[in-house]
T-cell receptor, first 109, second 115 residues
Framework: AQRVTQPEKLLSVFKGAPVELKCNYS??????LFWYVQYSRQRLQLLLR??SRESIKGFTADLNKGETSFHLKKPFAQEEDSAMYYC???????????FGPGTRLSVLP | GAVVSQHPSRVICKSGTSVKIECRSL??????MFWYRQFPKQSLMLMAT?????????EQGVEKDKFLINHASLTLSTLTVTSAHPEDSSFYIC???????????FGPGTRLTVT
């Protein structure tokens, strides 16, 4: 069965500190991996996808197929990064996302 | 980026009545639309996927007779919660995708409260 885990419900860091939001998945086949972000009172939006290998807003994520992980990292957190982050694999067959439970990142001043 | 709207943003209805939620893609043609449900402090759960002009595909455990989905045009999908009960109270979110694009654009959500 497809499963996504984000072990931390809440992660608090101080501004300027590194941050890592963990994501592990259990998926058949070779899913694509995405991170979505939801800022306060805003809609869900795409942050990044593993295929593009982009760095968006200073965030990067490396797909580790051996560990089936797709952790999201940023070397220096900013207060505006405070939001809810969802890891979302997508199967190539049905093209549907499965959203993880989410991690609320709180960046303290 | 592409914009998806939902109407209404909030709705309160009495138990036993039906309520319709609209999802529109404003500046692109959405061949596929998705409906999600989100409980407080929980993640999004996919309810169904609809392709324009065809019947929706419901996820396991979602009653298709209770949650009627219509995707009659490339810019509009509707979700009707029939004979609503208090346990149907939730945040309903739609998303839309154009063609085989990987990206889904999400609506702002509709908060349904059934009294």
């Amino acid at each position: 069965a497809q499963r996504v885990t984000q072990p931390e419900k809440l992660l608090s860091v101080f501004k300027g500190a590194p941050v890592e939001l963990k994501c592990n998945y259990s998926y058949s086949g070779s899913p694509e991996l995405f991170w979505y972000v939801q800022y306060s009172r805003q809609r869900l939006q795409l942050l990044l996808r593993h295929i593009s290998r982009e760095s968006i807003k200073g965030f990067t994520a490396d797909l580790n197929k051996g560990e089936t992980s797709f952790h999201l990292k940023k070397p220096f957190a900013q207060e505006e990064d405070s939001a809810m982050y969802y890891c979302a694999p997508r199967d190539n067959y049905g093209q549907n996302f499965v959203f993880g439970p989410g991690t609320r990142l709180s960046v303290l001043p | 980026g592409a914009v998806v709207s939902q109407h209404p943003s909030r709705v309160i209805c009495k138990s036993g009545t039906s309520v319709k939620i609209e999802c529109r893609s404003l500046d692109f043609q959405a061949t596929t639309m998705f409906w999600y449900r989100q409980f407080p402090k929980q993640s999004l759960m996919l309810m169904a996927t609809s392709n324009e002009g065809s019947k929706a595909t419901y996820e396991q455990g979602v009653e298709k007779d209770k949650f009627l989905i219509n995707h009659a045009s490339l810019t509009l999908s509707t979700l009707t919660v029939t004979s609503a009960h208090p346990e149907d109270s939730s945040f309903y979110i739609c998303s839309a995708r154009a063609g085989v694009s990987y990206e889904q654009y999400f609506g702002p959500g509709t908060r349904l409260t059934v009294t």
